[in-house]
């Protein structure tokens, strides 16, 4: 009897031994099956577009298939509540933008909190937003723009995409700093907003290079500042609000985000995939072609930056539920 429980006890000691085992192998192979990148727009959508230039060269560097899967709605709520019901295993990352963290900041309903839910793999691009007005309009620098405010407060509009976004907020944050009155208009179509720009019904309008790329290009409108906190290299000719109103800057980004836990080890491992991704020339040209900075970063100054817009946008709660 003795023997069978020697036997039985050594059995059980090396089947512990190799389930630990392969527990380290497969730890030590990530990753060992494919990979999910979701999102919370539409395909096609700027995020979407963006998560499959890098996908070949990730593909490339982890050796496994990357599955780009849009889960549109809600402004990124349902994607990211997706990820939160996830393993933190970086088997499925969150393609997340700078308007998800603004949404977490300001809105106490939304499900999810950027700072608590979340791991941080690495940015991928950095982008500001910039200032149009029609070609035809008397206010040529952010200055004229600022002094047409003043003397006129509340008849002026600025139009943006949407109450509680990046956009919008962008915009009171600059009205609490000058003390500029100016009324705000939500659009859902950025056609709509450029002609309204265009032709003068709208003063002046908050958005990126891209989605004005085309209205730019025919001399339709004409960007009078940038939100960054200096010229922005893609476009060094627009001069910074942050010249007449120092301190102010607006910069958002998209980066990959896992559930809160991934291990470290994995997260350094991601973040050197897309390092090497947004460095290829092919990439980085795709990236800029569509307004984007290309810019990769390590978990910690990734999570860095998402706490320092947290605190910025926190604030600004009030203009989203007054």
């Not at 003063?203 to 025919?218: E, K, L, P, Q, R």
């Amino acid at each position: 009897m003795r023997v069978d429980l020697n036997r039985r006890a050594l059995l059980l000691a090396v089947g512990g031994s190799v389930a630990v085992a392969a527990g380290v192998r497969a730890q030590g192979a990530f990753p060992s099956k494919p990979i999910r990148i979701v999102h919370g727009y539409s395909a096609a959508s700027n995020p979407d577009t963006i998560a499959r230039v890098i996908s070949p060269s990730l593909i490339e560097t982890l050796g496994q298939s990357v599955i780009v899967e849009p889960k549109p709605g809600a402004g990124e709520r349902i994607a990211a509540q997706y990820l939160m019901s996830q393993p933190p295993d970086g088997y499925t990352l969150y393609l997340i933008t700078g308007g998800a963290n603004v949404i977490s900041a300001t809105d106490p309903q939304t499900p999810f909190n950027t700072l608590k839910d979340f791991s941080y793999v690495s940015t991928i691009t950095l982008f500001p937003f910039a200032l149009f007005v029609g070609a035809n309009s008397p206010i040529k620098t952010f200055a004229d723009l600022q002094a047409a405010a003043k003397a006129n407060p509340g008849k002026l509009n600025y139009g943006h995409s949407g109450v509680g976004n990046t956009l919008h907020l962008a915009v009171e944050y600059l009205k609490a700093l000058t003390g500029m009155k100016m009324e705000a208009i939500a659009y859902k179509d950025t056609g709509q907003q450029i002609s309204d720009v265009m032709s003068g019904r709208l003063d002046v309008a908050i958005s990126t290079f891209t989605g004005y790329h085309g209205a730019m290009a025919n001399k339709q409108v004409r960007a009078i500042a940038v939100t960054s906190k200096e010229a922005w290299p893609l476009n060094p000719d627009v001069p910074p609000i942050a010249a007449d109103v120092p301190g102010y800057e607006v910069v958002s980004w998209l980066g990959l985000a896992a559930p809160a836990g991934l291990p470290a080890d994995i997260a350094d491992k991601l973040s050197d995939a897309v390092k090497t991704a947004v460095a290829r020339p092919d990439v980085k040209t795709r990236l800029e072609g569509m307004g984007n900075e290309a810019r990769a970063s390590t978990p910690a100054v990734f999570r860095a930056r998402v706490e320092a817009d947290y605190a910025k946008w926190k604030p600004l709660a009030k203009f989203v539920n007054p």
